[in-house]
């Protein structure tokens, strides 16, 4: 090893370094794509009940039916609740006149900063006002709770800079809940049996690595 550390050119660590800050901001670019997708899912699962209680009587027993169904057919998607298909409705109802949902700057954030505004507000440009602030700011959704209860909207006009003051890192919060939300996990059929999966394959992988390293002699047989 010592060896193939001194045989590397010049330049190389840094190197290095670039390309893993490109794979992270790819993968956050991915799993950002990822949410949008799924927001803009639920909020036209939303218009579509709003549309059919229109016409006909689709309460809450229609509801958990819907729930039911949709769950036996995506069995891996916990998000079709019969709470969460309520949520959504309202989502569509609240977002109802403000164009594509997909280029709001609510579908940037996670589904639990959405229910959380949905909860908090009744008054739409309160809504609009902390979902793009949010979304602008990179806000987790403890941040975002905490503005909501010390009514930031009403000191951010007089107070400009303290919206912009941020710990260190602070704005990549939501990214990291989003590649966290067990919903976004769900919405591409990755379960935790997958990640138990792909745990045990880097496992083995080391595993059969390290063996070889020692020379003729050992052997990796099995992989429980």
Same mark, same amino acid.
């Given at each position: 090893?010592?060896?193939?550390?001194?045989?590397?050119?010049?330049?190389?660590?840094?190197?290095?370094?670039?390309?893993?800050?490109?794979?992270?901001? @790819? *993968? !956050?670019?991915?799993? #950002?794509? /990822?949410?949008?997708?799924? =927001?803009?899912?639920?909020?036209?699962?939303?218009?579509?009940?709003?549309?059919?209680?229109?016409?006909?009587?689709?309460?809450?027993?229609?509801?958990?039916?819907?729930?039911?169904?949709?769950?036996?057919?995506?069995?891996?998607?916990?998000?079709?609740?019969?709470?969460?298909?309520?949520?959504?409705?309202?989502?569509?109802?609240?977002?109802?006149?403000?164009?594509?949902?997909?280029?709001?700057?609510?579908?940037?954030?996670?589904?639990?900063?959405?229910?959380?505004?949905?909860?908090?507000?009744?008054?739409?440009?309160?809504?609009?006002?902390?979902?793009?602030?949010? @979304? *602008? !700011?990179?806000?987790? #959704?403890? /941040?975002?709770?905490?503005? =909501?209860?010390?009514?930031?909207?009403?000191?951010?006009?007089?107070?400009?800079?303290?919206?912009?003051?941020?710990?260190?890192?602070?704005?990549?919060?939501?990214?990291?809940?989003?590649?966290?939300?067990?919903?976004?996990?769900?919405?591409?059929?990755?379960?935790?049996?997958?990640?138990?999966?792909?745990?045990?394959?880097?496992?083995?992988?080391?595993?059969?690595?390290?063996?070889?390293?020692?020379?003729?002699?050992?052997?990796?047989?099995?992989?429980?």
């Amino acid at each position: 090893m010592a060896q193939l550390e001194r045989d590397l050119p010049a330049g190389y660590p840094e190197a290095l370094a670039s390309l893993k800050d490109q794979v992270r901001d @790819a *993968q !956050h670019r991915a799993q #950002r794509v /990822v949410n949008t997708a799924m =927001i803009e899912l639920y909020w036209s699962i939303g218009r579509t009940i709003l549309a059919r209680q229109e016409t006909a009587p689709w309460g809450s027993k229609v509801l958990g039916r819907l729930a039911s169904d949709l769950r036996a057919e995506f069995p891996h998607m916990k998000g079709f609740s019969p709470r969460n298909l309520t949520y959504m409705r309202t989502f569509a109802s609240a977002w109802a006149d403000s164009g594509p949902i997909a280029q709001q700057p609510v579908a940037q954030l996670g589904w639990g900063h959405i229910t959380v505004l949905l909860d908090k507000f009744r008054d739409s440009e309160l809504r609009y006002w902390y979902a793009a602030k949010a @979304a *602008q !700011h990179g806000w987790s #959704r403890a /941040v975002l709770e905490h503005h =909501i209860l010390t009514r930031l909207h009403t000191r951010a006009g007089a107070a400009p800079n303290n919206l912009e003051a941020r710990l260190p890192g602070e704005g990549t919060d939501l990214a990291q809940e989003v590649a966290k939300d067990p919903l976004v996990l769900d919405f591409l059929g990755l379960t935790e049996e997958a990640d138990e999966r792909a745990m045990e394959e880097a496992m083995t992988l080391r595993m059969s690595q390290t063996l070889a390293e020692f020379g003729p002699g050992f052997a990796f047989v099995g992989r429980q």
